[in-house]
């Protein structure tokens, strides 16, 4: 009688899985199948973004752990962003991968929630990040401060990414929407189909404190900082202005980069919501979520590229550090300039006074025979 019943519930609750598969694949996102060939595609193309997203960020990572002058304030937030993005590729990315290989989604629903949990949560993380980074470079460039590097704010500021992100993507798991399958059925997000006032809410929210507030915050932060140095400029036409529109590029290509990659995925994820049914082919909603992951790629490019700082150490670390010298890379004292804006009492204007710092940098040519090399101490 026992047997009986223990395999009766056992296949009650197969029954119930079943269940809550089929209703799973049953959803408008889960109807729309791509070709054979389609899903060939969105396999190399995952395969090909989980892979070098996880090696891009492990370098950054490394970088971070064997150069102590990476270790900057500032850079925290860098190494935030590289570790959430590392992230998504591990234990996102790479169930997205599978599903498509075999053209379904694998994992059930809980699988599905905790898909689009993760890739939500940090994503947010990403963003509130690039963020920060905006406002910081803002504050440092246009508030003199003579004090040293103060670790305390960046990792307040790391750890508050993190709780604002958990505070918006964990109550789908809680009952206030729900995270379901999207696209081609081989990968889950936030349910922008469910025909609720609660998801409807959920997801307005979700847009303003998690993408509009961020975005607008950005773009004050950057329009200030073009002007301030824009002003500046007119002041010091030497090194030190190429120095700041360096710094000031490097983060606004960033934060452009990542906009350009998730605007398309929230524009259709609004249409899908607010939009007649079924307006988003499988096609059209694959797209915009690849170049949303392929995020992950670019972000650790543009650090080691961009950032002179960053690209001498991965030489090397790499033990290419004899390209530099070929190519012209000299070892020379740099500047840094500081804007001031000061509020005149007796003017509306914004007066701009440049306050330069020189520090001495350690020499950047190393030779093959050395094996503990320091890189170059460079505040860009």
């Not at 997801?203 to 509009?212: A, D, N």
């Not at 090397?316 to 740099?334: K, N, R, V, Y």
């Not at 001495?360 to 030779?367: E, P, R, W």
């Amino acid at each position: 009688m026992d047997s009986r019943m223990f395999s009766g519930q056992a296949g009650l609750n197969y029954s119930f899985n079943l269940s809550d598969d089929r209703e799973l694949m049953d959803t408008p996102a889960g109807r729309g199948k791509l070709s054979p060939t389609g899903f060939v595609v969105l396999s190399v193309v995952l395969g090909f973004i989980m892979t070098f997203g996880f090696l891009n960020n492990f370098v950054v990572l490394l970088l971070f752990c064997k150069f102590k002058k990476l270790r900057t304030p500032v850079n925290m937030m860098l190494l935030n962003i590289s570790v959430s993005d590392m992230l998504v590729c591990l234990f996102g990315t790479t169930l997205s991968f599978a599903s498509s290989i075999r053209g379904k989604w694998l994992l059930g629903r809980s699988g599905c929630s905790w898909y689009g949990f993760i890739n939500s949560c940090f994503g947010i993380v990403s963003l509130i990040s690039l963020v920060i980074l905006s406002y910081d470079r803002y504050s440092t460039l246009t508030v003199y401060n003579k004090r040293g590097p103060d670790y305390r704010k960046p990792l307040l500021a790391v750890g508050g990414s993190w709780l604002y992100s958990l505070f918006w993507t964990v109550p789908p798991l809680l009952g206030w929407s729900s995270y379901g399958i999207e696209g081609a059925g081989t990968s889950c997000s936030v349910s922008w189909t469910l025909q609720t006032a609660q998801s409807h809410a959920y997801i307005i929210c979700l847009f303003i404190f998690c993408l509009g507030i961020p975005v607008l915050v950005m773009i004050y932060c950057y329009s200030r900082l073009l002007l301030a140095v824009k002003q500046v400029g007119k002041i010091r036409k030497t090194a030190a202005r190429r120095r700041e529109y360096h710094i000031l590029f490097m983060v606004l290509t960033t934060a452009a980069c990542y906009m350009l990659c998730w605007m398309p995925y929230g524009v259709v994820a609004m249409m899908a919501t607010f939009g007649p049914p079924n307006i988003i082919s499988p096609v059209a909603s694959v797209v915009p979520s690849l170049l949303a992951k392929s995020s992950t790629v670019i972000n650790p490019l543009i650090y080691i590229l961009m950032n002179k700082q960053f690209y001498r150490c991965f030489l090397i670390l790499f033990h290419c550090d004899h390209w530099s010298a070929e190519s012209g890379i000299p070892s020379m004292t740099s500047k840094t300039t500081v804007i001031q804006l000061n509020r005149r009492v007796y003017s509306n204007t914004v007066a701009c006074t440049a306050q330069t710092s020189t520090d001495a940098l350690n020499q950047c040519a190393s030779t093959p025979a050395s094996k503990h090399t320091t890189p170059p101490e460079v505040t860009t």
